[in-house]
């Protein structure tokens, strides 16, 4: 199993920036990829960002956060991190961290919330 701790959470001003963390433990040779989903309420859980184990590391990112959210990993502290900038009030919703792994498994972290005032 992979256990998965989440911070960088908060309340910021419209056009501020976040960086959330997400460090995984247990399991990790068995994780293929980590990212975030996010949901805020009454919405549908939406996919923001995800990047994929290995050398090169591939990312995809939702169409509202391309160009404003970057995704990275760093694999010494098996850690993934989503920088976000220019925030904007829809970008408010709870923010989930979640790893694949290889398998098909998903495991996924207690989440963190993000509040973005206008």
């Known amino acids: 199993q992979v256990q998965l701790v989440e911070s960088g959470g908060g309340l910021v001003q419209s056009g501020g920036s976040l960086r959330l963390s997400c460090a995984a433990s247990?399991?990790?040779?068995?994780?293929?990829?980590m990212g975030w989903y996010r949901q805020a309420p009454g919405s549908e859980r939406e996919l923001v960002a995800v990047?994929?184990?290995?050398?090169?590391?591939?990312?995809v990112y939702a169409d509202s956060v391309k160009g404003r959210f970057t995704i990275s990993r760093d694999n010494a502290k098996n850690t993934a991190y989503l920088q976000m900038n220019s925030l904007k009030p829809e970008d408010t919703a709870v923010y989930l961290c979640f790893a694949d792994g290889f398998r098909g498994s998903r495991s996924w972290g207690p989440g963190t919330q993000v509040t973005i005032s206008s």
């Open positions: 990047i994929s184990s290995g050398v090169i590391g591939h990312t």
């Open positions: 247990g399991r990790i040779f068995s994780i293929s990829a």
